[in-house]
């Protein structure tokens, strides 16, 4: 092989490879024997993809509720601010249902299970790996 060929050579090797980004695929059959379509042609299973547990159906946090009850002397509702272990800033929802004497600090420790999961038609957010052989499912998608 001449040196030309041997430098265009060395130069291919080099190429870097086009990087294609975050894609949109659909979910066609779930968890646990999961599918996506990835545009009209390919189809994405199981040993495609790598998932991120907290869109599986079980998926458990640690949590950490705590708050100060704002009316009367019990109150059948009251504002609690969650914190998920490592994830600030806490979110804050409206808890109803308890009982506590007015201006009563509460912490309560516990897991927050999720019961739900990718379902069939949903929108998920899937980055392909260097190689493009694997696609990392990092949610599902939404559009407002």
């Known amino acids: 092989m001449d040196a030309i060929s041997e430098l265009a050579m060395l130069f291919k090797e080099r190429e870097n490879i086009l990087y294609m980004g975050p894609q949109l695929g659909t979910v066609i059959s779930p968890p646990p024997n999961i599918k996506v379509g990835l545009g009209d042609k390919i189809i994405l299973d199981k040993e495609d ?30 504002n ?35 019961t739900d999961t990718l379902k069939e038609g949903d929108k998920v957010i899937l980055i392909p790996s260097n190689d493009n052989q694997k696609y990392y499912l990092v949610d599902k998608a939404v559009r407002l």
């Open 80 to 114: 609690m601010s969650f914190h998920l272990t490592g994830n600030p800033p806490p979110q804050n929802y409206t808890i109803t249902g308890f009982s506590l004497p007015a201006g009563t600090t509460s912490k309560s420790e516990g897991a927050l299970k999720y």
């Open 49 to 78: 993809l790598i998932l991120a547990a907290h869109v599986l159906d079980g998926y458990q946090r640690e949590i950490e509720a705590t708050g100060i009850t704002n009316t009367g002397v019990s109150s059948s509702s009251g």
